[in-house]
């Protein structure tokens, strides 16, 4: 999959999936994110109906945010973060909106388009470490 060009010439970036971009970020993130910060995914789908149905049993929530970040703050409280990574143009799912709904009394629930704007929002709340983004770990665009 390459890059195209239109006849103005102006560059198309090559479609990627959702989960491309969280793998991008992961990656990034693992060299970023403070150490005592915790950062993790559940699982939600591709998987065959039987085990859906038994993780739903074991309480799997329809909607999770792609990624959720907990660490303590400065006052000793356990602090937590939802980020929800789409694709430009895309929107939220009804059980992504149920969820959203559910845990901002918990915490914020962010929405990125862009590796930048999930980065952005976590040195928002202070949570990556003085690091640069090494261009071997951003998404190749062949």
């Not at 999959?1 to 006849?7: A, F, K, Q």
């Not at 491309?20 to 793998?23: D, E, G, R, T």
């Not at 992504?96 to 559910?102: A, I, L, S, V």
């Given at each position: 999959?390459?890059?195209?060009?239109?006849?103005f010439?102006?560059?198309?970036q090559?479609?990627?999936k959702e989960s491309?971009?969280?793998?991008s970020?992961?990656?990034i993130?693992?060299?970023?994110?403070r150490?005592?910060?915790?950062?993790?995914?559940?699982?939600?789908?591709?998987?065959?109906a039987?085990?859906g149905?038994?993780?739903k049993?074991?309480?799997?929530?329809?909607?999770?945010?792609?990624?959720?970040?907990m660490w303590?703050d400065a006052h000793?409280f356990?602090?937590v973060?939802?980020?929800?990574l789409k694709l430009?143009g895309?929107?939220l799912?009804?059980s992504?909106?149920?969820?959203?709904?559910?845990v901002r009394?918990?915490?914020?629930?962010?929405?990125?388009t862009?590796?930048?704007e999930?980065?952005?929002t976590?040195?928002?709340?202070?949570l990556l470490?003085?690091?640069s983004?090494?261009?071997a770990l951003?998404?190749?665009?062949?």
């Open positions: 999959m390459g890059v195209t060009v239109d006849l010439g102006e560059c198309e090559p479609a990627i491309q971009l969280q793998i970020l992961v990656k993130l693992q060299r970023m994110l150490p005592d910060v915790l950062m993790r995914h559940i699982p939600a789908g591709g998987m065959d039987r085990t149905a038994k993780l049993m074991m309480g799997r929530m329809a909607g999770c945010a792609d990624l959720e970040f303590v000793g356990l602090r973060l939802f980020l929800e430009p895309r929107t799912t009804s992504q909106e149920h969820f959203k709904r559910r009394p918990l915490g914020p629930y962010y929405v990125a862009t590796i930048n999930a980065l952005e976590l040195r928002t709340y202070d470490q003085n690091a983004i090494s261009t951003l998404p190749k665009v062949a």
